[in-house]
Each structure stands twice: as C-alpha cells, then as structure tokens.
T-cell receptor, first 111, second 112 residues
Framework: DAKTTQPPSMDCAEGRAANLPCNHS???????VYWYRQIHSQGPQYIIH???NNETNEMASLIITEDRKSSTLILPHATLRDTAVYYC????????????FGTGTSLTVIP | NAGVTQTPKFRILKIGQSMTLQCTQD?????MYWYRQDPGMGLKLIYY???????DKGEVPNGYNVSRSTTEDFPLRLELAAPSQTSVYFC???????????FGAGTRLSVL
C-alpha cells in the first residue's frame, strides 16, 4: 500500500471549516483513500473514503486531486468534539482488508 | 447490539506473567483484527483473521498468539509479558463492507 504524509498537528477555530491535507504521491490506480479519526484514546472511527471522485457524507467531504496524489478532508463546521487525531490511509481493497495507520494529524478545535 | 466488546479495560501485569485479552463481536462479521498503539504513535496490526479457524500475522506478531474458534470471539494471548508490550490494544472487525472497520474501546495494559 502507498505511503501517506500528513502534517503532525493543526488548529481550527470552532465553527470554521477544518481542511486536513494528505499527500499520497505513490498511490496506484486501484488504491482507495480512507480517513479515520481517533478521539482521545478511543478506538478509531471511520469517516469517509473515495477512489477518484469527491465524496460527501454526513460527517465530512473528501476532495481528491485529479492526479490522485493528494487529498483533503473537510469538516465543514468544526466543533470542539471534532478535536481528534485524523488518519489518512491508502489501501487496495484486495490487500486482505488490512489498514495501516500512520501517526496522523492531531486537530485541535479552538473555542 | 453491543458491537465490539473488549475485556478487561485495564490490566497491570508483572514481567513473565501471561494473560488473554478478550474480544467479542455481535455483528456477525468475518474479519477480525488486533492492533496495538504505543503512546503518541499510530496503530500497528498484530494479527488478523478472515474467518473462524483462519488467522494470520500482521506487522508485529512476536510475543502474541491468537485463535479463532468461533465467528464471535478472537482472543489475544500474551505468554511471557515483557515491558515492551505495555500498550493500548484495540480489537476491530469488518463485515461485508470491507471499507469500514469497527473498533472496540481498547484494553490498556501495563507490564512492570
């Protein structure tokens, strides 16, 4: 699976959009981009995933660049409860269903 | 519907002791996983299972054993606890939608 690079930490004002970047320049054609988050030592929680089209669900939006070498997770109106570590994972659906978590981005939402 | 249940929540072991971390799921999922998370780090895969009777090693299997005799249960065994095994252990499952992993609340283990 391709490697991802994320900034170690970010801040965001409450109520504003949080934009979390992820670089995955070695991504291959059959690899998806996944985002999970982990709130204060709880188990990670699935947010969203996509292949090449932009995706939106009730939690967030995922924007993938046309060359697929990077992506951005957008939390449209960040709340204090969105303070967490966010993991960007690139994975092929054929690789035994294993997810490889890096160190992620620690997002702090500021009141 | 409890999802993924891990017991115990906390445990302190002495060096050389053994213990079993329990993981039970009621979602009828085939795939189950054990991860460990050291302070300030991401999760590392220890073992996983694609169904009852089938297990395989992940990134960091040394010092651990697993079994999968039923769909519901996937216990993780530490035979000779070492300080390097101090960590938080998470169990997870995936079902027919292999894109989503569901995690338990974790077991916090200290080996002293």
């Amino acid at each position: 699976d391709a490697k991802t690079t994320q900034p170690p930490s970010m801040d965001c004002a409450e109520g504003r959009a949080a934009n979390l970047p992820c670089n995955h320049s070695t991504i291959s054609g059959n690899e998806y981009v996944y985002w999970y988050r982990q709130i204060h030592s709880q188990g990670p929680q699935y947010i969203i995933h996509g292949l090449k089209n932009n995706e939106t669900n009730e939690m967030a939006s995922l924007i993938i660049t046309e060359d697929r070498k990077s992506s951005t997770l957008i939390l449209p109106h960040a709340t204090l409860r969105d303070t967490a570590v966010y993991y960007c994972i690139v994975r092929s659906s054929n690789t035994g269903n294993q997810f490889y978590f890096g160190t992620g981005t620690s997002l702090t939402v500021i009141p | 519907n409890a999802g993924v249940t891990q017991t115990p929540k906390f445990r302190i072991l002495k060096i050389g002791q053994s213990m079993t971390l329990q993981c039970t799921q009621d979602m009828n999922h085939n795939y189950m996983y054990w991860y460990r998370q050291d302070p300030g780090m991401g999760l590392k895969l220890i073992y996983y299972s694609v169904g009852a009777g089938i297990t395989d090693k992940g990134e960091v299997p040394n010092g651990y054993n697993v079994s999968r005799s039923t769909t519901e249960d996937f216990p993780l065994r530490l035979e000779l606890a070492a300080p390097s095994q101090t960590s938080v252990y998470f169990c997870a499952t995936t079902g027919w939608d292999k894109n989503i992993q569901y995690f338990g609340a974790g077991t916090r283990l200290s080996v002293l």
